[in-house]
């Protein structure tokens, strides 16, 4: 009896392993803000990829830090004690992350980062270059201006890329000192769009018609910004965005728009790309270093303009 049960429980396990999908892989997606448009389009390139290559046996688990760094490393630590095959981080300032990083390596689980940061626990992450899209709209933006006004400088210092992003405009604003900055705020990530709203509707009372333009990190905030000064009545002003989101571009497209500028990243792209990243690394078992071109890896994102944003609407 007791062999016939055991050989039983033996058949019985080894016909759930021959029906286990041999390329079967649990993935954990950790958002920095899974609110965030550029989160979403990741997200999306990853899923479009998914389904064009029928992984209908990758399951992926989503896990939103609500713009938190502390949640962000709850999420990592949460997704390495599950054992997951793999964790993918997208937007998130790692630096809070170390210990669950750390808890990720000792669990063998190979990490694969999205415009976070190179750390020592990922393998690779996929960017675009923070300082150079800023270096291409931030003198674009001054010199549109003729290199004299006054502007409101909207920054975001807890992500790595927009805060690359300010710090190169501040370094570019040296060389315009007939360029005033009338007033700088650091955005509150966890509620952007609100907080980003309220501030500018402030700004808006307090400066009035002296406000020539605005520089914000990303699309989301110049939007809001233009929300803003538009029910105040200032329409006049000129107010550039970073990420190249499909709204974003119809708004630079518009010829009476006050957005001039934005920056198109290749979200989508990314999210594929880390997809053909994981199938080769995690489920056919190549080398890292082979695969991999570099730590850090870079993708074009080229500037957008009233001249040429036809070439970017979708």
């Known amino acids: 009896m007791k062999n016939r049960l055991a050989g039983m429980i033996t058949a019985a396990l080894m016909a759930a392993a021959m029906a286990a999908p041999a390329n079967a892989l649990d993935i954990a997606w950790v958002h920095s803000n899974a609110a965030a ?6 997200k999306a390139g990853f899923d479009a990829w998914l389904k064009e290559t029928n992984k209908s046996d990758w399951k992926v ?7 938190s760094g502390e949640q962000t490393a709850s999420n990592i630590q949460d997704a390495a004690s599950r054992g997951v095959g793999a964790i993918i981080i997208s937007m998130s300032d790692l630096r809070a992350s170390r ?7 000792a669990a063998k689980i190979p990490v694969f980062a999205v415009d976070s940061g190179y750390v020592d626990g990922v393998l690779v992450d996929i960017t675009t270059n923070n300082w150079a899209m800023s270096a291409d709209v931030s003198p674009y933006l001054l010199d549109q201006l003729g290199g004299k006004g006054n502007i409101i400088f909207l920054r975001m210092a807890e992500h790595h890329g927009t805060r690359k992003r300010g710090d190169v405009m501040a370094n570019v604003l040296k060389e ?23 501030t500018m509707e402030d700004y808006a009372a307090r400066f009035g018609k ?6 914000a990190p990303w699309d989301e905030p110049a939007q809001a910004a233009i929300n803003s000064l538009k029910a105040a009545g200032l329409s006049d002003v000129k107010v550039i965005g970073i990420d190249g989101h499909p709204q974003a571009v119809a708004e630079v497209c518009k010829p009476d728009s006050m957005m001039i500028a934005t920056v198109s990243q290749p979200f989508e792209g990314m999210g594929k790309q880390v997809g053909e990243w994981i199938e080769a690394i995690v489920v056919n078992s190549k080398p890292a270093d082979e695969v991999l071109p570099a730590k850090t890896v870079y993708m074009d994102a080229p500037l957008v303009t009233k001249r040429n944003c036809k070439d970017f609407l979708k």
């Open 210 to 215: 002296d406000i020539n333009a605005v520089w």
């Open 61 to 67: 688990s989503v896990l939103d830090s609500g713009g």
């Open 37 to 42: 448009q550029s989160e979403q389009r990741v």
């Open 176 to 198: 315009y000192p007939d360029v005033k900055v009338l007033a700088e705020h650091n955005i509150d990530y966890t509620a952007f769009f609100e907080d980003t709203s309220k």
């Open 99 to 105: 210990a669950a990083l750390d808890a990720a390596k």
